[in-house]
Every structure is written in C-alpha cells, then in structure tokens.
C-alpha cells in the first residue's frame, strides 16, 4: 500500500511488515498479543490494520530521528480504535532510504 505522509510525501507500507512480523505470533509473539488485545487485531487482520494506519496517520505530527547512515528517520504516534472497539496508542516508525529515497514503514507496534 502506498500511503501520503504530510510533509514527506508517499511511503511504502508494506503488508508483509505486519503479517511477517508485527502480527505474526511466531515470529514476535509479544507485538502480535499487544495488538489482539490492545485493538483485535490478528494476522488475517493485516490489510484493515493498513486501512486504519492510513486513514489517520496525518492527524498526528511527525517526529524526526537522527540519521542511522542509513536515511532519514522519523516516527508517529497515533491513537487508533480497533476492530475491537478499543482505543490504544501506535508507534510507526519510518525511514527515506538515503540512495533511493524512498519512505518505508521500519516498525510499528502497540506503545503502553
């Protein structure tokens, strides 16, 4: 999914991110119960979790990060309701890789 951040412009958001990982109990079973719980949200959830991201990450203000040497780095927290009807804090974190200059989700997780 390609999604526009204000003030940066379009980035990659990719689903493999939340079903390889964020979501996926085999791979980091402590982010993928924060987000059952947190909001019922399960892997086979992954593209309504997108939708949801996407439809509110530019209510929130980006908060830049020192460069790794990798690219520009930043992050934004928001507050999203579930599927669950529950509301809970999300970080998304972000990068414009410095060659290609491309913006893509590095992480998100459930912040308590």
């Known amino acids: ?40 949200y399960q892997i086979q959830d992954a593209d309504e979790l997108m939708r949801n991201v996407a439809a509110h990450i530019n209510n929130y203000t980006a908060v830049e990060k020192p460069d790794n040497g990798y690219g520009k780095r930043f992050q934004i927290l928001m507050e999203l309701t579930g599927k669950n009807g529950k509301t809970a804090k999300v970080m998304t974190a972000w990068i414009q890789d410095q060659d290609t200059k491309v913006i893509r989700l590095t992480s998100i997780y459930v912040k308590e």
Not at 2 to 22: D, H, M, P, S
């Open 1 to 40: 999914m390609i999604i526009e951040i204000r003030g940066y412009g379009k980035a990659v958001f990719l689903e493999e991110k939340l079903t390889q990982y964020a979501l996926n109990p085999l791979k980091d079973r402590h982010k993928a119960a924060a987000f059952r719980l947190a909001l019922g």
